[in-house]
Each structure stands twice: as structure tokens, then as C-alpha cells.
């Protein structure tokens, strides 16, 4: 029997799973990832620490399941979008990677949008001039750090790195590059011309590769430091939140993911080539799909700072109930009513991605008073969430694309309060999942295909089934519109502030 390896190069985590065909979940195993902000709107982190969670989560998965290391047939790796790592002539690191979530760019994203007329960009790229453009955060770089701009060799992304790492073959997945604002759509090559907005040579950019493509086996080095064969292959991989999102079953036209990780992704499957600047544009995973999608920079990650700096002093009752620290939170604010009497969180935490693109954007609280506490806020903050995921959702409909179906993925959807608020204010049913173990599931799937161990595109459908549905309640969709007029009026009424 042969196996399979999916590796996830997360935010807050790097995960690994290990299957066997048609359907059966090996072993998994995950290693914690710090996440550096030393600026407001800064994330980065450091891809030599993705490397050794990689050899020893690869080992784990090995160890755990006790299998042939010969036996491993491929492996797919996963990761944030797009996260941006840069190498020297020696394949040496230049910086910690400047994150998906990162917002320092935001004057070289003004530059950018005086140097280019924004529709035109958008027709060639099918992504908007924003922070999220690898040109604007290479500009930055430029600018703050010449010498390390003067050394750049190579731009890749976090999983481009992690597959340089198994394989020393350089490449770039297909939507990394598409995200990047590398890629003309109506050719689907990277465009020299798009590459040198960024003021790199066409050389930094390596080749682009399918998700499901073998990009090659695993190399010396890597085989010593892993214990996997070199026979091994090594396929394109795929970024996060669309691995995720195929995982779930979002493979039909108006399927719609809602994915509650350490940033918050919104996700639909479509037919349409609709770009659209408030919007990212993605591939999905099978051929002949878009995925467009919207990421929110906070999620989990404001869910944990909020836990870690306010909520710190209730761990021991957390522990006295059993509970960890966020199911707590999740227990004492159910005790409050919804709209959190008036509290409101605008959840902008480090500037905002879609579909406002601020990088200026910072988090809010509103309407608090003293009658309020802990409760209040934990709730608002859930809340800001829902609203925030609303507000995609309008966005989704005014770009053409029907909504028909709602699904939930990854840690934030085992919350059942978090869920039930959302549905409350979407006013839609939302279907659990189970048996999600994340992104990492998609990228063994595109080792599978990759591979030739399957030709069946839906085929990793069978390693997760529906869990609970949690059905909106009417009665607090008043309610829930009021505070969401709000949340897009206290943003709108603070922009020149």
C-alpha cells in the first residue's frame, strides 16, 4: 500500500496528515508557529521555523502510523496566501516573511494606484491594486530595507519554500502568482511586465506550477532530515483557504465556505470569470472553477489576543469548569443577549483586506458603557465576525454570484455560539462539518491526483461528512440588520479619522 502526505504551512500552526486510499486518516500531527507583529499592521514569521516543524512533523507522521518511509508515494504542501519569502544567490533567508496579513504597504499601494489607471489592472490581473500585491510589499522592502532589496534572488511564497526545501526545484503555484498580480488572465502566463512593477528582475520569479502538478522528488538533504525516500514526489501544492474550501465540498456554483481559522476566509464556487477589485481572485482546484474569495486579517488570531491580553484572569475558572480559556468566554457570553446590548467590535485588528482594503483600518469598540463586561465584549467581538462575513456576502450578490449553500471549516466552527451568531445575521443555514482536519487534507488530494493514485477530482469528499446544521432564529434578524447598518456605519463615519 502506498501513502500520502499533507502538509499545512498555517498562520498559528504547521499541520501534517498522513493518509491511505480510499479513506482513512493515518496519523496527523502540528507544531506551533510565532507570529511576530513588532509594528501595528506588521505579521510576519519565520520560514526556517516552518522547516523544522516540517522534518518533525513528517517524522511523527511516520512514527505514528508506523509505516514504510519507502511507501510514501507523494506529498502535497498547503499554505497562506501570499505570504512572501525572499532567498538570497545562496538560498539563503533575506527577512522573515512578510505575511498575507501583513498591512505595512499602504503608501506603495497609493503609489500604485497613481501609476496605473485601476480597471485596465484589474482586467489583466483579475485582482485589485491592494496590499495584498506581492509588487507593493517588494517596493516596501525597496524602500525600508535597500540592502536587503539589493540581495533579493528569489520571491516565492511559504509553501513555494517548504517544496523548494523537499525538492531544491524552484516554483511558484498558480495562485500564489495569480494573487501575487503576477499573472495575465487572458493568457494565464506571469506577465515580465507585471513582474517588473515590483523593480525585480523576471529571474526572482520562478516558474508557475499547478496545484496538481510534480514539480519533483524529494532531494538528498531532505531525505536525510525527514526519513522519507527520495523516490517521493512532490506536487504544485495549493494555497489555504482554497484547499480548504474543496476539502469541504465547495465544488458546485454557489456553494459558499465560511473558514474560521487564525484570519477569517469567505469562499464560493462559480463558473464566472467576474473580477472584481474588493474581491481576490483564485483558481479553484478543479479545473474549469474560480473561486473568487475574501479574507478578513483577523480571526482566530483576534480571537486569541483578545483571550491572552483581556481575558487572562479567568483561566482558572476556565480550568475549574473544565473548559479552555475560549469555550469559557463562549459560555459566560451566551448568559448575554444578542447584539451584546449595544457593544460592537469592528474587528479590523490590522488593517483590513476585503472587500475594503484599508491597511489603515483598526479595530473598534463601540457603544460600551459601565454596565458591560468581559461577557459583552467576547460576544461583540463574534459578532464582528458574523457582520463582517455579511458584508462579503453583498458583495458576492452585486458581482453576479448566487449564494445557495453555507458551510463551515476549520477551529472557529467548533463554536457553537460563534456559528448560531452567524447564521442569526447571515439569516442563513449553516452546515457543519465532520471530520475537517483543514487544508492540509487538500493538498494530499492534489498529491493524489498528482500522483496518478486517482483520477477522481471529488474524491476527498469521502474523508469528511456533514455534522450539526445550525438554522438561523428569526426572531433576532432585526436585531442583527440594525447592528449590521451600524458596523458599516461607524466604519464608514471613522475613515477620515
Not at 232 to 238: D, R
Not at 332 to 361: M, N, S
Request: some cysteine; aromatic content about 8%; charged content about 20%.
Amino acid at each position: 500500500m502506498n501513502y500520502i502526505i499533507g502538509l499545512d504551512i498555517g498562520t498559528t500552526s504547521t499541520i501534517g496528515i498522513l493518509l491511505s486510499l480510499p479513506d482513512k486518516i493515518l496519523a496527523q500531527a502540528t507544531r506551533p508557529v510565532k507570529l511576530d507583529s513588532p509594528f501595528p499592521g506588521w505579521a510576519e514569521e519565520n520560514p526556517d521555523e516552518w522547516w523544522k516543524n516540517v522534518v518533525e512533523i513528517i517524522q511523527e507522521l511516520i512514527s505514528k502510523a508506523k509505516v514504510d518511509p519507502i511507501k510514501v508515494h507523494a506529498i502535497g504542501v498547503t499554505g497562506m496566501l501570499p505570504a512572501v519569502v525572499l532567498l538570497d544567490s545562496l538560498g539563503k533567508v533575506l527577512r522573515p516573511s512578510i505575511q498575507q496579513s501583513d498591512g505595512r504597504c499602504g503608501e506603495q499601494v497609493l503609489e500604485l494606484k497613481s501609476e496605473f489607471e485601476e480597471n485596465e489592472f484589474i482586467k489583466k490581473t483579475g485582482n485589485g491594486i491592494n496590499q495584498q500585491l506581492v509588487a507593493a510589499k517588494l517596493r516596501w522592502i525597496e524602500k525600508h530595507e535597500p540592502e536587503i532589496f539589493q540581495q533579493i534572488n528569489t520571491v516565492f511564497g511559504s509553501y513555494d519554500f517548504i517544496n523548494w526545501k523537499l525538492t531544491g526545484e524552484k516554483a511558484v503555484e498558480q495562485n500564489w502568482a495569480l494573487e501575487a498580480g503576477f499573472v495575465d488572465t487572458s493568457t494565464g502566463l506571469i506577465s515580465d511586465d507585471l513582474i517588473s512593477i515590483g523593480h525585480i528582475p523576471r529571474s526572482a520569479i520562478p516558474r508557475k506550477i499547478a496545484s496538481h502538478s510534480i514539480l519533483g522528488k524529494i532531494n538528498e538533504d531532505a531525505a536525510k532530515a525527514t526519513g522519507l525516500a527520495k523516490s517521493t514526489l512532490v506536487v504544485g501544492g495549493a494555497a489555504d483557504h482554497i484547499a480548504s474550501a474543496y476539502v469541504a465540498g465547495v465544488n458546485q456554483p454557489g456553494d459558499v465556505l465560511l473558514k474560521f481559522g487564525g484570519a477569517t476566509d469567505i469562499m464560493i464556487a462559480t463558473e464566472k470569470l467576474q473580477p472584481d477589485p474588493r474581491m481576490f481572485l483564485d483558481l479553484h482546484l478543479i479545473p474549469g472553477l474560480y473561486m473568487p474569495n475574501g479574507c478578513m486579517a483577523s480571526g482566530g488570531s483576534a480571537l486569541n489576543w483578545f483571550a491572552d491580553k483581556l481575558a487572562k484572569g479567568e483561566r482558572a475558572n476556565a480550568q475549574s469548569c473544565g473548559l479552555t480559556l475560549h469555550q469559557y468566554l463562549d459560555k459566560i457570553a451566551a448568559e448575554t443577549q444578542p447584539g451584546a446590548e449595544g457593544v460592537q467590535i469592528i474587528p479590523y485588528f490590522l488593517g483590513e483586506k476585503t472587500p475594503i482594503h484599508d491597511p489603515y483600518a483598526r479595530g473598534i469598540i463601540r457603544g460600551i458603557s459601565l454596565n458591560h463586561d468581559l461577557r459583552h465584549m467576547w460576544r461583540a467581538l463574534l459578532e464582528g465576525f458574523g457582520y463582517a462575513f455579511r458584508h462579503h456576502i453583498e458583495v458576492f450578490n452585486e458581482m453576479g454570484h448566487l449564494t445557495t449553500r453555507f458551510l463551515a471549516s476549520d477551529g472557529g466552527s467548533n463554536s457553537h455560539l460563534w456559528m448560531q451568531i452567524c447564521a442569526d445575521i447571515l439569516q442563513q443555514p449553516i452546515q457543519l462539518l465532520k471530520g475537517h482536519p483543514g487544508s492540509c487534507l487538500g493538498a494530499a488530494w492534489m498529491a493524489v491526483i498528482g500522483s496518478k493514485m486517482s483520477d477522481d477530482w471529488v474524491g476527498v469528499t469521502a474523508f469528511v461528512s456533514y455534522g450539526n446544521r445550525i438554522e438561523p432564529n428569526i426572531q433576532n434578524a432585526e436585531l442583527y440588520n440594525e447592528g449590521y447598518r451600524v458596523f458599516r456605519q461607524t466604519y464608514q463615519a471613522l475613515v477620515e479619522v
